[in-house]
Nanobody, 125 residues
Framework: VQLQASGGGLVQAGGSLRLSCAAS????????IGWFRQAPGKEREGVSC????????SYVPSVKGRFTISSDHAKNTIFLEMKTLKPEDTAVYYC???????????????????WGQGTLVTVSS
């Protein structure tokens, strides 16, 4: 199982970035995919997830309306479009996979089995 996150970088507050998570080595269509982040000195937290069953999505309140998760099953890739970025969005962002849990998904780190390496997002004020 491999999950490869990319797309991080340095951006000014109010700017945008699109993260990608390329998946391989497992049945992509059977797994929910989540995005998580960990800021320096803080615990890893959920950001968003997308269900493999019905493509429903879930967002934590702090990013709702600014971030959009989507999937391209033909390319086994999940995207996280981030807009109106804030300095508090600065973190290492990770994607992770869990065997589908039914309709819907929850972006809770403990639920996810497979993790990729992170990609750093830095938002300057």
């Amino acid at each position: 199982v491999q999950l490869q996150a990319s797309g991080g970088g340095l951006v000014q507050a109010g700017g945008s970035l699109r993260l990608s998570c390329a998946a391989s080595g497992f049945a992509f269509d059977d797994y929910d995919i989540g995005w998580f982040r960990q800021a320096p000195g803080k615990e890893r937290e959920g950001v968003s997830c997308i269900s493999s069953i019905d493509n429903s999505t879930s967002y934590v309140p702090s990013v709702k309306g600014r971030f959009t998760i989507s999937s391209d099953h033909a390319k086994n890739t999940i995207f996280l479009e981030m807009k109106t970025l804030k300095p508090e969005d600065t973190a290492v962002y990770y994607c992770a996979a869990m065997y589908y849990s039914g309709t819907g998904c929850l972006p809770h780190p403990l639920l996810y089995d497979y993790w990729g390496q992170g990609t750093l997002v830095t938002v300057s004020s």
